[in-house]
Every structure is written in structure tokens, then in C-alpha cells.
């Protein structure tokens, strides 16, 4: 097995940490510096919040993120017993 109150493990794993937390957040920064830059483009008609097919849209997505969040769990419930 890994020895894990090593010198070199504690330094490897800190590195990771650090990098694996931080450049993904400034990668985001510089991606959002980047659109801030841009000129926007006038849409001529925005997206309509007031029809039935957004609302059903809406409905669909928030019913079908809920239940992907509880699928793994109805999954492996039955595995646990």
C-alpha cells in the first residue's frame, strides 16, 4: 500500500488539491474576461417566458433533473439490504 504521511505524498497530493480547485476557477475568469470584451448583438425578439411551451419546458427539465438526482440511489438501495 501508499505510505500516506510521507513528505512527498503530502506535498503531491497539496499540488493537486491546489490545482485541481483553482485552475478550473480561473480558466472560468478568463473565459467570462473574455465575453466581457465582446460587443453584444441586439436580439430583435427575446425568448417568450410567458407560453405554454416554456412552462412546460420548464416543468419537464426541473421533474427530470430531480429524478436523475435520486436515480442513483434507487439504484443501489436494493444492493445495500
Avoid: C, H
Wanted: glycine share 8%.
Amino acid at each position: 500500500g501508499t505510505l500516506a504521511d510521507t513528505p512527498y505524498w503530502n506535498w503531491s497530493s497539496a499540488i493537486v488539491i491546489f490545482l485541481g480547485r483553482f485552475v478550473p476557477l480561473g480558466l472560468m475568469l478568463a473565459i467570462a474576461g473574455s465575453f466581457t470584451v465582446k460587443d453584444r448583438k441586439e436580439v430583435v425578439e427575446p425568448i417568450k417566458t410567458q407560453g405554454p411551451l416554456f412552462i412546460s419546458v420548464l416543468v419537464v427539465m426541473t421533474f427530470l433533473l430531480a429524478a436523475l438526482s435520486f436515480f442513483p440511489f434507487l439504484v443501489m438501495g436494493p444492493i445495500s439490504i
